[in-house]
């Protein structure tokens, strides 16, 4: 009984940063920085942490192997939509960064209803746009606290976030539908 409690610690660490997303958007929308680099360093550590513990205990699960990433792209949109909502960014780079993950999320779901279950495989591209992704919206917050982030780099920084997003959504797009061909023509012999 333990040790099925023990193994569950992942999954509740995946669901606790899944619940953050709307805490972290209000202290945005409340102008509070600060704690929301605190909550967010949180969300962040504990992303790491429950992956190491299923990995190390063995107690990987369907479960947190779809919810994990949505916990990821769901934090990071609630963040960008929320930056726009207060001007801290421009609509269309926080509508970029959503519909890159909304591609990934209705392919991944729509193969999955036509051709069956479906391995979760981030490719790099996407680690790296997630990555940027991160980076970048941390650079933001840090903004609002202190001068020390230039201008420029953050300029540069949102045209990365943005090319790594189009690259690694039409990446999944190509990969995709690769596959899905080579279901369908498995599904014809």
């Known amino acids: 009984m333990m040790i099925m409690l023990i193994k569950q610690i992942p999954n509740m660490l995946t669901t606790l940063r899944l619940m953050l997303a709307l805490p972290i958007s209000w202290l945005i929308l409340e102008g509070n920085y600060g704690l929301v680099l605190w909550v967010a360093a949180f969300a962040g550590f504990t992303d790491g942490v429950d992956g190491w513990i299923a990995r190390k ?4 699960s369907r479960y947190g192997g779809i ?7 769901l934090l990071l949109g609630c963040i960008f939509v ?11 780079v926080a509508a970029t960064v959503v519909l890159r993950d909304l591609v990934i999320v209705i392919g991944a779901v729509t193969y999955h209803f036509l051709y069956g279950a479906y391995e979760a495989e981030p490719s790099l591209l996407g680690k790296l746009s997630t990555l940027l992704q991160i980076v970048f919206a941390i650079l933001v917050l840090i903004s609002q606290l202190t001068p020390l982030v230039a201008q420029t780099f953050l300029e540069f920084a949102q045209w990365s976030v943005i090319i790594l997003a189009a690259a690694s959504g039409g990446h999944y797009v190509f990969t995709w539908a690769a596959r ?6 498995v599904l014809k012999e």
Do not use: H
Request: charged letters at 20%; aromatic letters at 8%; proline letters at 7%.
């Open 180 to 185: 899905a061909r080579a279901s369908a023509a």
């Open 57 to 60: 205990l063995d107690a990987t």
């Open 67 to 73: 919810v994990d990433p949505l916990a990821d792209k």
């Open 82 to 92: 929320s930056l726009a909502v207060v001007g801290q960014l421009p609509w269309w």
